[in-house]
């Protein structure tokens, strides 16, 4: 079966499916772009989370360095003003070195309480942001982060204000407007340093709405916000394109600020770890390079995986089980033993993240298979140095959707599983209509009376995605400076194959040539796991 985009080419399309450009077998080295080394890459923008100020064993650093760029990091206002009115920064001063030794950028949370200063109520969670609310301590928190921006100024440092303060006890989106807006005249005179927040968990949008309406974004110099969802990464895009335009509909200028992911992950907890972004080891590795892929489609720079290291708790504790390396030392002493995210995420970082320019999604050609995915769910990224002379493709999709039937009870339909298929107030007669304008093919629209997570009726569809085999044809940009010389690119998989080190499946691997016409076809092949399989991206590397 075949899905055709209706387009208009100078040749037959037919021709371009129906040839075979790859061959077998090539020593060519894929990790060798010629990059300007006084410009950003694309991979600098990727990082980690971590929750120490000293390694945790040896080597631990440099381990991190090799996948990832950036380390998000509480810079707890407790730990510097222990001592109410002076600041002791010693255990940031030794982070921040072990940072600049091994190229990392930090990133640090000014979050949470301080006992110094007294809430006006007693917290739900003692001493987190909502402890934070009194004139007294809105001026001294202020203070604090006017010293720490002023100790660690012309060291690129992002700071953010607080962290999930709409998820952390009882903070209302008034008190953090005022917090926020306090730190950040303080801290955005400083140079080279970025003020970010309100670093929401999810997409509240009454809660973003709020703190939006009531001045929140003149503090910041970008917008994070955490996007953890149950669904697929690439679910995001719809919520950003939402977020873009509140902050639009409130912006003071024409500018508005960007957004960073400042923390998203998937946890490999197991049940009865009932968190919806519970996945396998490998859907988690798929999943972190696919967040960071999506994030770069929609001009989201900087990307936060949570986590670095899975804690010590049971294999069943849902916190425990997000991170990129387990406790257990790794193969060839490594300081941790890397978890298939960590393998991912160090294979897209030496890849297509020494790229310095991610333009327009390719519109697709074509997609073959038994039960394709549709054009629209399949992602084509070209990756450009800065003088054009080199260009790397990163291309997967978000699976078939097979539908379902509706729900007979709430619990019986996932909420990862819903697609809206109406609009606020929509009512039960247009929600089951054939009119009505949201349905999706011929997938029915489904009618629920009381929703628990929405506190009323929804009107939806069911969309189960499910993995594919696919063959996807698209057409590579003509920029000729490259094109002349490099019509040929190395196929680099998610992850090795289990049979393969690195240095032997870089020998072996396939090479895929674009045709007279550039047209490139490339097949993309689920990952097994341990219950199912996941759609895993492949990246293509320009042949030296």
Partial sequence: MILFISLFYFFPLSEALNNKPWVQGASENWHQINVSPSLPRVGDGWGTNIHWTKETRPGEAKMLSEAFRVVRMDFKWSTVEKICGKYNFSKYDNLLTTMQTYNLRPYWILD????????????????????????TCIIAFARFAAAAAARYKDNNIIFECLNEPNGMGS??????????????????????????GPTTSGFPWNYLNTTIHNGILQAFDAVSVHPYRGSSPETVLSDYKQLREM?????????IPPIYSGEWGYTTATFPCLYPD???????????????????????????DYDWVDGTGSKYQCEARFGSVRTEIGINNQSFAAKPKYIAAKRIQNTLGNYQEVRKRIDVIAVRGNRPPKLNDVFV???????????????WSNGTSVGGKCATNSSTVLIKNRVDCGYSGISRELCLSPNNSKREDNYNCCWEENVKHIGGPECYSVNI??????TVSFRVPWEESFLLNRSCWSRVELLPSDDDDEEEEEKNTEIICADSHR??????????????????????????
Avoid at 112 to 133: Q, R
Avoid at 465 to 470: K, Q
Wanted: hydrophobic content about 40%; charged content about 15%.
């Fill in 278 to 304: 519970r996945c396998d080891e490998t859907t988690q590795a798929a999943y972190l390079s696919r967040t960071w892929l999506i994030n770069v489609l929609a001009n989201v720079s900087v990307s936060i």
């Fill in 171 to 196: 903070d209302n989106a008034t008190d953090i407007t005022k917090l926020c807006l306090a730190a950040s005249k303080q801290i955005r005179v400083q140079p080279l340093t970025t003020f970010v």
């Fill in 247 to 255: 902050m639009a509909a409130a912006a003071l200028s024409s500018v």
């Fill in 381 to 395: 990224l070209p990756f450009y140095n800065d003088s054009n002379t080199s260009v790397g493709f990163a291309v």
């Fill in 112 to 135: 949470y309480g301080n006992e110094c200063y007294p809430p006006k109520h007693k917290p739900i969670i003692p001493f987190v942001a909502s402890s934070c609310s009194t004139e």
């Fill in 519 to 544: 047209i490139l076809n490339v097949s993309l092949y689920p990952l097994k796991t341990e219950r199912s399989s996941v759609d895993a991206p492949v990246y293509l590397m320009p042949v030296r």
């Fill in 465 to 470: 995605r499910a993995p594919a085999n696919a």
